[in-house]
């Protein structure tokens, strides 16, 4: 997920150790892919802004490596049926899991609200400072005007005195 920056979009791959693409993308805000490996060894990615690039972008991404393991032991191979206590377990895991992606979400949002809070911020400090030199200019130039309008314009005292 693009966080901050830009349009909120960037380009992405994912490679096999052989080189196949196996996920090709192009500005995308965000998106999820689930992928089950065949082919052990190095998986490439990349996130590409060279569209957009005067404008930085932060990117938030998320591995799962891995089954996540059984809540109980030998929970594949039960031919009974789960008891109270076990199955209160398992859906008691369920909620945490949701309650972990949530929490996840806030805090994306929560990092996209902050970015824009900073950007607002320096845009208000910016005005203030202009605002704060055009009233210091329109006030030398009233206090020079008005003194102006206070200034007794002598004649010239060139040597005709009769």
Not at 23 to 50: A, I, L, M, W
Not at 91 to 107: C, F, K
């Amino acid at each position: 997920q693009v966080i901050t920056g830009g349009h909120y979009d960037v380009d992405c791959y994912v490679e096999d150790p052989n080189g196949r693409t196996i996920y090709k993308e192009t500005k995308k805000q965000y998106d999820s892919f689930p992928h089950r490996t065949e082919v052990k060894g190095v998986y490439t990615f990349c996130f590409s802004n060279e569209f957009s690039t005067f404008s930085h972008k932060t990117v938030y991404f998320d591995f799962q490596v891995g089954d996540e393991p059984p809540i109980l032991p030998d929970m594949s191979n039960r031919v009974t049926a789960l008891t109270q206590m076990e199955s209160a377990c398992v859906t008691i895991h369920e909620a945490l899991n949701t309650v972990i992606d949530s929490q996840t979400h806030y805090r994306l949002r929560e990092a996209q609200d902050r970015s824009r809070a900073e950007d607002l911020n320096g845009r208000v400090s910016y005005w203030s400072v202009g605002e704060t030199l055009i009233l210091f200019v329109v006030s030398i130039g009233q206090v020079m005007l008005l003194k102006s309008f206070f200034t007794e314009k002598r004649p010239g005292s060139g040597g005709t005195s009769t």
